[in-house]
């Protein structure tokens, strides 16, 4: 393949310019509204003629998000976590005394939220009703397990899944190293996690047994599971890595599958939400779009002046928007 992808089709045109203004650190799509969250203060919201809403949330940086369609959550270096709905109405779920940086956020099922400031991850129900758990050190990210009320943090030396509700002492996953990262299969079988050095870690649920997963050139920073789940896909190398999870015993004893390689980085990915297609965003710009089951590519966007620093879709998947590090953005039109 070569470098430019121009024997490749493309979309391209389908691309209107877009500037978001400063760094775009997080896309997420309510309604039909693209919502671009910038490093500094705001969310973007783009409507599909074009149309632009700017809405102020934080006093500084914002640090985290997490979208599900009905509302975009944001965490600031003002120590505030913020909801924002479809309308651009937003409400403080949150604010920390002390204004501690809030590192992580996650959205879950039937309405629960958390986060986490430093050693200690929050969580709160539909009702309004919170808890919080102290770990023993930072927590390095956050997600909800897909039935129940169960929340997974990662921290140094491992990760450790906490019931809310259930008074007793958490279960643990122990694995010694920095977890920078964590994500839950869709069945609730498998945890993942990305480590300080080029390389993953897992635990499978059933029996606790370790899954190692290696061969990257960086820290992996993005990672999501295609459609149905039958993959995990991930960032950190020149080219799309792939870990296959179809059977009980998930990537264990079995070598990824490896697509679209390129000169740059591939930073960012984002699976489809309903077909086994990932879009690839690369350290100079480049954006694909990659089919599973055999690798073929469309150019979405072509290699600019800064790397790709998040990707999102529409809950249809028939919107792919984009966000650069210098602020440039774009929403492609797959209808």
């Not at 671009?36 to 809403?53: I, N, R, S």
Request: net charge neutral; with cysteine; charged share 20%.
């Amino acid at each position: 393949m070569t470098e430019s992808r121009s024997d490749i089709p493309s979309i391209t045109d389908k691309t209107p310019p877009l500037k978001a203004g400063e760094s775009v650190v997080g896309v997420h799509f309510l309604g039909d509204r693209a919502v671009f969250v910038t490093g500094e203060e705001a969310l973007l919201f783009v409507a599909p003629d074009g149309g632009e809403q700017r809405v102020a949330m934080h006093a500084g940086g914002i640090l985290a998000s997490a979208g599900n369609g009905e509302r975009v959550v944001t965490g600031g270096d003002d120590g505030k976590v913020i909801a924002t709905n479809a309308a651009g109405e937003t409400r403080i779920i949150a604010s920390d005394e002390k204004k501690r940086w809030i590192d992580h956020v996650a959205l879950g099922p039937d309405g629960a939220v958390a986060w986490s400031v430093g050693k200690t991850a929050f969580v709160q129900n539909r009702k309004g009703e919170g808890r919080s758990l102290d770990l023993a050190s930072t927590a390095g990210g956050l997600a909800f397990m897909p039935k129940g009320f169960r929340l997974a943090i990662a921290h140094y030396n491992g990760a450790t899944l906490w019931f809310p509700n259930v008074q007793g002492k958490p279960e643990t996953l122990d694995w010694k190293g920095s977890h920078l990262g964590i994500t839950v299969s869709p069945d609730g079988k498998f945890i993942i996690t990305p480590m300080q050095e080029p390389m993953l870690h897992g635990w499978r649920l059933m029996d606790g047994k370790h899954m190692r997963m290696s061969g990257y050139a960086a820290r992996v920073r993005s990672m999501e599971w295609t459609a149905g789940g039958d993959f995990l896909a991930t960032g950190g190398a020149d080219q799309l890595i792939l870990w296959p999870f179809q059977t009980k015993d998930g990537p264990m004893g079995k070598q990824p599958t490896l697509y679209a390689p390129h000169s740059a980085r591939l930073n960012i990915v984002a699976c489809h939400p309903k077909q086994p297609v990932v879009a690839c965003g690369y350290a100079d710009g480049l954006v694909l779009l990659v089919r599973v089951a055999d690798g073929a590519e469309i150019l979405a966007k072509r290699p600019g002046d800064a790397p790709i620093s998040a990707l999102g879709w529409s809950n249809a998947g028939t919107r792919l928007a984009f966000g650069c590090e210098d602020g440039e953005a774009g929403i492609v039109d797959l209808t």
